[in-house]
């Protein structure tokens, strides 16, 4: 990310223990910083064009304005707005119904600050952070799905998808792979072009439902 712009971020969550700690997180941060932070989504698309943010945290359960609905809406409205899901529930219905909702990522409450953060910053390069209890759960439910192709995926490559589904960032899978941070962007621009896709999110996404990996 430009280090001389900061990214804008937004958070809905009615926990104002969290909604506080989350907020002097990002302001602590060099090249985030937090513009607003709300108890509910009851009016997301409207805090939304108040604050013009780059990335949404939601959570799902809250009064008045669940996170789901609001995530819909502002997607409605800013489909290209990230909006990273955080939640403390693991179950499957949730997590379909955020991705279906237009999620580009979902990450459980008990993530440390600082993965917090990597994957924050992952999602702005075009990651889609899924915390791995989650990604298992995805994995499962699709697990009946036809395999209609292999799209020519390079066992290297379907090595790194596997990883990205799996809910690992570019330097993690880097370090699997005993590759360069820099060649695991070559690799992924390559399963993109294969795929027929254009973010993290959707490869992800056809990765689980095609059963590639």
Known sequence: MDNNIKKR?????????????????????????CVGAFVS?????????????????????????????GTKQIKEHFPDLLVIMQTVFDDSQNIFEAIKAGANGYLLKRTSPDKLLEQVREAFQGGAPM???????????F????VPTSYDLTEKEKNILKLLVEGHSYKM??????????????????????????????AVSMAIKQRLV
Do not use: W
Not at 42 to 69: C, S
Not at 132 to 141: E, P, Q, S
């Open 41 to 69: 989504a009851a009016d997301a698309v409207g805090n939304v064009k108040a604050t013009r943010p780059d990335m949404v945290l939601m959570d799902i359960d809250m009064p008045q304005g669940d996170g789901i609905t």
């Open 9 to 33: 971020i937004v958070i809905f969550d009615d926990d104002k223990t969290r909604r506080d700690s989350l907020t002097m997180l990002l302001n602590m941060c060099s090249d985030m910083e």
């Open 143 to 146: 697990r009946e799905e036809p």
């Open 131 to 141: 915390t791995g209890a989650v990604a298992i759960k995805v994995l499962d439910f």
């Open 173 to 202: 899978i880097a370090a699997k792979s005993a590759i360069s941070y820099f060649t695991v962007c070559n690799h992924i621009k390559k399963i993109y072009d294969k795929l027929h896709v254009n973010s993290a999110t959707e």
